[in-house]
């Protein structure tokens, strides 16, 4: 059920109030911090993983990085490239995709896209694409603060011509996300949770499912999920965001995502009264 939430979030409280048993979790700046995973946040998602705690990454990042989590992390899923895809391993370990659109769709909006990045590359020499846009499949992603440091100015800048340009166009810490269609991050995440719910034979409880995640990219999230979290480094984009998450973490990244991660594994397992209550899926 979408939320409205203008109000500046609160501390992470040391006891949650429901048990987790999804979590969604953005990946740049949110799992990892400066560039890299940090150990404690992988061990943290091993230790999730071992308590039934299905953790799924949903991301701006490329398929080919996505393929590489989702075969080697301690997951259940990630939704990539902004909610164009999920992927997730059968009962034989083989790693399946579900699209959001059909390849001849995504064949043309692909095209479209690299015209939109060529137009704006002449237009704006700092429009550059991303280090891995070879790996993508569904978007075009311009480097913010990766291999270059815009202003804020030039990425907003960047950011408002992309949407004159008539395409979606998110921004997170490190890249601008565009693409064409009507699916996001939380539509995305809203349809893996049916499924799942139709392969558990359940209705899965809102409150059995939490987010947390680092800047404007995620504000579809914070808007569709009641119990969402940010890192500390989302301060700096708290004024902008129109839908802000309910708690927020003391540390930066990875290191913040520990602590919702410590908070989830010291909860009870979830009554079964609750399971039965007003469902998101």
């Keep these: 059920m979408p939320v409205n939430r203008s109000t500046l979030p609160s501390p992470l409280p040391a006891q949650l109030e429901h048990s987790v048993r999804y979590l969604f979790t953005d990946v740049d700046d949110t799992l990892t911090w400066e560039g890299r995973l940090p150990a404690a946040t992988f061990n943290a998602l091993e230790q999730l993983q071992k308590a039934g705690v299905q953790v799924i990454p949903v991301t701006g990042a490329c398929a080919g990085w996505c393929d590489c989590i989702v075969r080697t992390w301690p997951v259940a899923a990630v939704i990539g490239e902004n909610g164009a ?29 690299l015209e939109v990045q060529e137009e704006l590359l002449a237009e704006l020499g700092f429009a550059r694409m991303t280090v891995d846009q070879t790996y ?15 202003t804020s100015q030039q990425r ?21 996300n565009a693409w064409l269609g009507d699916y996001d991050k939380a539509s995305t995440a809203m349809a893996w949770l049916e499924q799942e719910s139709v392969q558990q034979g359940r209705l899965i409880a809102e409150q059995e499912v939490a987010f947390i995640g680092d800047s404007g990219n995620d504000v579809a999230m914070f808007e569709q999920f009641s119990n969402t979290v940010g890192v500390a480094n989302i301060q700096p984009f708290l004024e902008s965001l129109s839908h802000k998450p309910r708690f927020i973490t003391s540390a930066n990244g990875g290191f913040g995502f520990v602590e919702l991660a410590e908070r989830i594994l010291a909860q009870p397992t979830l009554l079964e009264s609750e399971a039965c209550d007003a469902g998101v899926a």
């Design 85 to 113: 895809f999920w992927m997730q391993k059968d009962s034989n370990g083989h790693v399946q995709r579900r699209y959001m659109q059909s390849q001849e769709e995504r064949t043309a909006n692909r095209a479209r896209l």
């Design 136 to 150: 993508r499949e569904t978007d075009i992603a311009f480097d913010v603060g990766q291999e270059q440091n815009l």
């Design 156 to 176: 907003h800048l960047l950011l408002n011509l992309l949407h004159q340009s008539g395409v979606q166009a998110r921004l997170s810490s490190i890249h601008i």
